[in-house]
């Protein structure tokens, strides 16, 4: 889709023929209502506490010290008394502590363990980012096909993924658990990026393979991970440099010539490498465990790719998603400010929709400066915008939003989610 001249795409109105936000601007959290049969959930490392810290400090602060949702916590070793101490003195939630069964983490039965670590070397030898690390390849697979059937896990039906080191930037004073429920949804995100093509050559060959041998037609959201086939003439408007007029019958190529061919390609489709950022996710815990997303997994795994190339839990989600799932069931948290690393996605303030900012200075710090300094920051919340739907946030700016970057999928999920409602 051709971005139309006006404001920039992190503002601009999208259709809401598909989704729409949630809740534009700041309400009075409701408390009273019973809550969701949800958690949050944080695969860590002991060596992680302070990213731990930082990411829970920033959930308390702009949501959970309303709502009050459990935590669990998950590792492949683990956790020891200073984890757990720290942890649980930084929120009055629920907190529960877990360890990931061998038979969920690492190399299966069925893999030759030898030619897997090869593989792994291979591509550290290559720089392919993360590629090297074994323990990266084992997260990948248990985000992909085993998190949702951890015993801890097993009694909730939606979650919210928490990564170390993230930060919230927008107050979230509605349960999106509470409307995921009532809207039908199945997934949120909050950011749509492109993969590297170097870390999944392969994976759109299987997850199109499953698609065509199950016989799944496309619900609609398929195509927000497909480069449109060329024939396609009537899609792209006349404005846009991809649309190519139906050239005459003669024209069309000479008796006995063949066309191109695109071996990346398969049934004409070739992945665009978009995905949903899946270290921020909330998602019904009963789709993965659904019949179709455990086959569709089972599919992936068998395929070596976990081990031989680099596939992370984020294209297995969102290719499942695309398979199985309508531009409908999706929601993009538009609302809610979050950033990992360099990535940032911070929506505008609502205008006319903010509530004045009360104090909230956390416990925890124990330098009082420090608290203090903390505090005063969000009091002084970013002023409004038009077409802003944020609450009282306050986005960082020594880096530009990923909607404005190159390798954003937005313009993907437009496209799919009935295209732009305003210039």
Known sequence: ????????????????????????????????????????????????????????????????????????????????????????????????????????????????????????????????????????????????????????????????????????????????????????????????????????????????????????????????????????ENFWPENDPRYKKNLPKEHEGEPGTLPEIDDESMEGEVYNMCHFWSNFEIARLDWFRTKEYEEFFENMDRSGGFWMERWGDAPIHSLAAGALLSPSELHYFRDIGYRHTTIQHCPANAPARQLEVEPYYETTTLDEKERKEEGDYWMNPDPPKENGVGCRCRCDTDVPDVEGKEGSCMIEWVEIAGGWASP
């Open 1 to 232: 889709m051709m971005m139309p001249a006006g404001a920039p795409p992190s503002i601009r109105k999208i259709s809401e023929k598909h989704d729409k936000v949630f809740l534009s601007g700041c309400q009075e959290p409701d408390t009273s209502k019973p809550r969701a049969n949800a958690t949050f959930v944080v695969l860590a490392r002991n060596k992680e506490l302070d990213g731990v810290i930082q990411s829970i400090k920033s959930m308390e602060r702009h949501f959970n010290r309303w709502y009050h949702y459990p935590y669990v916590f998950l590792n492949d070793g683990e956790f020891n008394s200073t984890f757990k101490d720290t942890i649980t003195n930084y929120t009055s939630a629920p907190v529960e502590f877990g360890k990931i069964d061998p038979s969920m983490w690492g190399f299966p039965d069925w893999v030759d363990k030898e030619t897997a670590r090869e593989g792994i070397r291979e591509q550290g030898d290559a720089a392919i980012m993360y590629g090297g690390m074994e323990s990266y390849h084992h997260m990948c697979r248990f985000y992909s096909g085993f998190f949702y059937k951890h015993e801890l896990l097993m009694k909730y039906e939606w979650y919210w993924r928490i990564e170390p080191e993230i930060k919230y930037f927008c107050d979230i004073t509605y349960d999106p658990f509470l409307e995921m429920s009532e809207k039908n949804k199945t997934y949120g995100f909050t950011i749509a990026v492109k993969e590297l093509k170097e870390t999944v050559p392969n994976i759109f060959r299987y997850a199109s393979a499953y698609k065509r041998m199950k016989n799944i037609t496309s619900k609609g959201l398929w195509e927000m991970f497909t480069i449109r086939p060329i024939e396609d």
